[in-house]
């Protein structure tokens, strides 16, 4: 489903209100609610709109656990961590317990990161891999998302639920598709003209042999959800 809104801030209203929603549903249906946050700067709108009136106080954050798409394996105050993004526009603003919120510890080890946090997921979801109730996403002008980077050996990880990426400097941790590809909802949050040819290729369904990573994320028994913005979208009237 590709939904196109006029700018970010409006596709920022609707993604942070699908958090809202899916909290609610989830948190009568389990008693909890788990969600995948995205790193990068098209994301940190929607989380600023989460710490504000009104969506703030629709949302039973004691229920709420928080975890990560992936991490930079820098300090967590680093400006370039993911971390750091979400704590500053949403995470230190909300009444949410210090242990709900799981991040990646990628100080400098990237393979031990990456062993540590599937750890972590194994013993919170001990009934398998891990069904998040919703996993925010970004769109890469490479076609990456999470830190899935194009030629990475991470592509090709079908057992673990995590993995180390050591292409890139600082090394990385990412959550693998065996996790992502399990998720209730999926939501790529897409802004920007600079990710309009990225977006067309991710979409194009007349090329079965898509190797772009985001085109790799197909929820098993979820739903896949693009919230774009005008200027990402403009380059959609030439998929074929």
């Given at each position: 489903?590709?939904?196109?809104?006029d700018?970010?801030?409006?596709?920022?209203h609707?993604a942070?209100?699908?958090?809202?929603?899916?909290?609610?549903?989830?948190?009568?249906?389990?008693?909890?609610?788990?969600?995948?946050?995205?790193g990068?700067?098209?994301?940190?709108?929607?989380?600023?709109?989460l710490?504000?009136?009104?969506?703030?106080?629709?949302?039973e954050?004691?229920?709420?656990?928080?975890?990560?798409?992936?991490?930079?394996?820098?300090?967590p105050?680093?400006?370039?961590s993911?971390?750091?993004?979400?704590?500053?526009?949403?995470?230190?603003?909300?009444?949410i317990?210090?242990?709900?919120?799981?991040?990646?510890?990628?100080?400098?080890?990237?393979?031990?990161?990456?062993?540590?946090?599937?750890?972590?997921?194994?013993?919170?979801?001990?009934?398998?891999?891990?069904?998040?109730?919703?996993?925010?996403?970004?769109?890469?002008?490479?076609?990456?998302?999470a830190?899935l980077?194009?030629?990475?050996p991470?592509?090709?990880?079908?057992?673990?639920?995590?993995?180390?990426?050591?292409?890139?400097?600082?090394?990385?941790?990412?959550?693998?598709?065996a996790?992502?590809?399990?998720?209730?909802?999926?939501?790529?949050?897409?802004?920007g003209?600079?990710?309009?040819?990225?977006l067309?290729q991710?979409?194009?369904?007349?090329?079965?042999?898509?190797s772009?990573?985001?085109?790799?994320?197909?929820?098993v028994?979820?739903?896949?959800?693009?919230?774009?913005?005008?200027?990402?979208?403009?380059k959609?009237?030439?998929?074929?």
């Amino acid at each position: 489903m590709v939904e196109i809104f006029d700018d970010l801030e409006a596709l920022s209203h609707a993604a942070a209100a699908l958090f809202v929603t899916e909290a609610k549903r989830a948190v009568e249906v389990s008693g909890r609610f788990t969600v995948v946050l995205a790193g990068g700067s098209t994301p940190r709108r929607t989380y600023e709109l989460l710490a504000e009136p009104p969506l703030r106080e629709q949302v039973e954050w004691a229920s709420v656990h928080i975890y990560w798409g992936d991490e930079r394996c820098v300090p967590p105050d680093d400006p370039h961590s993911n971390e750091h993004m979400a704590r500053q526009a949403l995470l230190d603003r909300v009444p949410i317990p210090s242990d709900h919120i799981h991040p990646f510890s990628c100080h400098s080890d990237a393979a031990k990161a990456a062993t540590d946090y599937e750890d972590a997921l194994r013993e919170a979801f001990t009934g398998g891999t891990p069904r998040f109730d919703l996993i925010y996403l970004g769109l890469g002008e490479d076609g990456h998302t999470a830190s899935l980077i194009p030629g990475d050996p991470a592509l090709d990880e079908h057992e673990r639920w995590t993995a180390a990426v050591e292409s890139k400097d600082p090394g990385r941790v990412t959550l693998t598709y065996a996790v992502l590809n399990q998720g209730s909802i999926v939501a790529f949050l897409v802004s920007g003209a600079n990710k309009g040819d990225a977006l067309r290729q991710v979409l194009d369904d007349s090329n079965p042999t898509n190797s772009l990573p985001a085109a790799r994320v197909r929820p098993v028994n979820g739903i896949l959800r693009y919230l774009v913005d005008t200027s990402a979208a403009s380059k959609l009237a030439e998929r074929k």
